[in-house]
């Protein structure tokens, strides 16, 4: 049973890794997803893949591998999920899509690329019940906020000294001695010769420090939460879808040239229906007038903005339209 590979693109790395994550919640094998980036391991099992390079096995000589390649050297990452069938490739494509990324078309393994899925166009057949499904694609601005620092106040505590001075008033004592002459009896004779001694202390005062902590200022630290609106400004992207209705009688032209020239391409005739179609545009708005060595660079530039290295592949089936939409001035083969 062939494979189908859905391929993505995101911005960064860790998108696609987180991808990867939802993926593998959603039952899909470690060892079927693949993540491409530069500066970082490149994730990835399979033994298939590792025999050559990884860039051939996905898009072989495409012109979408120097377009993918450049994405990688560029910054973006490519995530590649093998699916087994094209239910689960329509989830995987399906998440890849809701999470932001840039989703190429399926390609089975093996087969080459069909052109990237931001332009696709495919025919659907005639039986009853047949469909093909071309998603819608937008981008959604989703802000958030995250804490970042914007300075603040550091608050210190440090201890000092200085002097101070106070007047305190202190009392001293002093014993003074007087002799007196004095003349009179000395009453009780027995006890004038005894003897007799008589202290008294000075006393004084002196200074007495002691010291009291006491709490005279407080230091409080607080925060004062304010709320503002600020608008935010971006850029998303959408994918518009264009219905143009092919003529029968250009399907079986197309389809004729096709098995011609462009079968030996290896793509799909569905794969050249757009080709085909912007050709035929061209030559209905150039009219009868006009070279196709004029009018190709311009017509080259507006393919490629839409289907990035794939002129090369598509340039003679949009030659080929062209011409016919000019109103049958077409070059002989």
Do not use: C
């Amino acid at each position: 049973m062939r494979s189908i590979v859905v391929v993505g693109t995101f911005d960064t790395r860790a998108d696609a890794e987180q991808v990867a994550q939802l993926l593998m919640e959603r039952g899909i094998d470690r060892s079927d997803i693949d993540i491409r980036s530069t500066g970082a391991a490149d994730t990835g099992t399979s033994t298939s893949r590792e025999s050559t390079s990884w860039w051939d096995w996905l898009f072989g000589e495409s012109e979408q591998r120097s377009y993918y390649s450049d994405r990688v050297r560029g910054g973006n990452a490519v995530l590649a999920v093998t699916a087994d069938d094209e239910g689960q490739a329509h989830r995987v494509r399906h998440l890849m899509e809701a999470e932001g990324g840039d989703v190429a078309t399926d390609r089975e393994t093996g087969a080459a690329p069909r052109p990237h899925a931001t332009e696709r166009r495919e025919a659907v057949s005639g039986a009853t019940g047949d469909e093909a499904v071309l998603p819608v694609t937008e981008e959604r601005l989703r802000v958030g906020t995250r804490p970042v620092a914007r300075g603040g106040v550091r608050v210190y505590r440090r201890m000092s000294e200085r002097p101070v001075e106070e007047q305190v008033r202190l009392r001293e004592e002093h014993v003074n001695v007087e002799r007196r002459a004095v003349d009179r009896p000395a009453g009780d004779a027995s006890e004038a010769f005894r003897d007799r001694v008589i202290e008294i202390t000075e006393m004084a005062e002196e200074p007495v420090v002691a010291k009291e902590v006491r709490v005279v200022e407080e230091v409080v630290v607080s925060k004062d939460v304010r709320e503002r609106d600020e608008a935010v400004t971006d850029r998303v992207r959408r994918s518009d879808v264009e219905v143009e209705r092919m003529e029968s009688s250009d399907d079986e032209e197309f389809r004729r040239h096709w098995g011609e020239r462009g079968r030996s391409g290896g793509l799909a005739y569905e794969q050249y229906v757009p080709a085909y179609q912007f050709g035929r545009q061209l030559g209905r708005d150039a009219g009868a007038g006009g070279e196709w060595s004029v009018i190709e660079p311009d017509a080259r530039r507006r393919w490629e903005e839409r289907n990035p290295g794939t002129w090369e592949r598509f340039k003679e089936a949009i030659r080929y339209a062209w011409e016919g939409g000019r109103g049958g001035h077409r070059r002989a083969a």
